[in-house]
């Protein structure tokens, strides 16, 4: 996973490979997307996943396929809407697909067991080994589950990660979440509340430097900043839909960082409040 980055609006990585697929819906509204959705394929290889996926006579897509070996493929743009969330709500949001990008990993999903077997859907057997007994958070009874590779997991964090630093992203959910009743995926298998705690909940600076002090972990040396952008929003929340506070910050105004979170400084001008990392210096 080194060498791991975002390019407009692509990944470049030594284990990642583009396949274009032009099912999406254009281009992101503002400060969109700020969701991650994650899935698994359902499918028996990353490729069979990406020939449906690229299927024009399939109407579904996604953003990024993750392989068991941390092998990704990339069919749409981070910045273009692809068709990976159909019917879905969560928080009062209706039709995911417009806020969020899709992440499928390969995985068989549920399984069923047959005098003693493990068996997908699509007929293919699985050792004991490689399955999960366990019952999902949408149901009530036991069931078979295909577990994910280590490789796989490391992956997803690390991409989730570029796309919090990249984007607006908030928020990681389960198709589960978006569409429960409807759609099972990630399933019991995947540590979804860990990779949330991970990537949106840790400190990473802190956690990496050891850094000590300050609110959130924030360095003592990290006491002052610079507004580099010609007008900066400074806003009641870390997240591009946190209220105003007051009127954007012109270039050069001086600022006392007091706090950092998932890519956002809180600041002391005149009112306390959250601004984009990207677009200061700090000092």
Request: glycine residues 10%.
């Amino acid at each position: 996973m080194t060498g791991l980055k975002i390019t407009d609006h692509v990944l470049e990585g030594e284990n990642v490979e583009i396949v274009p697929c032009d099912k999406d819906s254009g281009i992101f509204n503002s400060g969109l997307p700020d969701t991650v959705v994650i899935h698994y394929t359902a499918a028996g290889s990353i490729s069979s996943a990406v020939r449906t996926l690229t299927d024009p006579q399939v109407k579904a897509s996604a953003h990024l396929v993750i392989g068991r070996e941390g092998e990704i493929m990339q069919l749409v743009p981070f910045n273009k809407i692809a068709w990976h969330a159909g019917k879905s709500e969560y928080q009062g949001r209706k039709g995911m697909n417009h806020y969020s990008i899709g992440i499928e990993l390969d995985n068989a999903g549920r399984l069923s067991r047959l005098e003693g077997e493990y068996v997908s859907w699509f007929g293919r057997k699985y050792l004991s080994t490689h399955v999960m007994a366990a019952t999902h958070k949408n149901e009530s009874k036991n069931g078979y589950w295909h577990l994910y590779s280590e490789e796989q997991i490391d992956c997803v964090q690390r991409v989730c990660e570029l796309l919090r630093d990249r984007y607006e992203i908030n928020t990681i959910v389960g198709h589960d979440d978006i569409a429960p009743g409807r759609k099972t995926d990630p399933g019991p298998a995947f540590p979804l509340d860990k990779l949330r705690q991970r990537v949106l909940e840790t400190d990473r600076q802190s956690d990496e430097d050891g850094v000590q002090g300050g609110e959130e972990g924030m360095s003592p040396a990290k006491q002052h900043a610079i507004v580099t952008a010609s007008a900066l929003n400074i806003r009641s929340t870390p997240s591009a839909s946190g209220d105003l506070v007051m009127d954007p910050l012109p270039q050069g105004t001086d600022l006392q960082v007091i706090g950092e979170k998932h890519g956002w400084l809180k600041v002391n001008v005149v009112k306390t409040g959250w601004v984009k990392k990207n677009f200061v210096r700090t000092m």
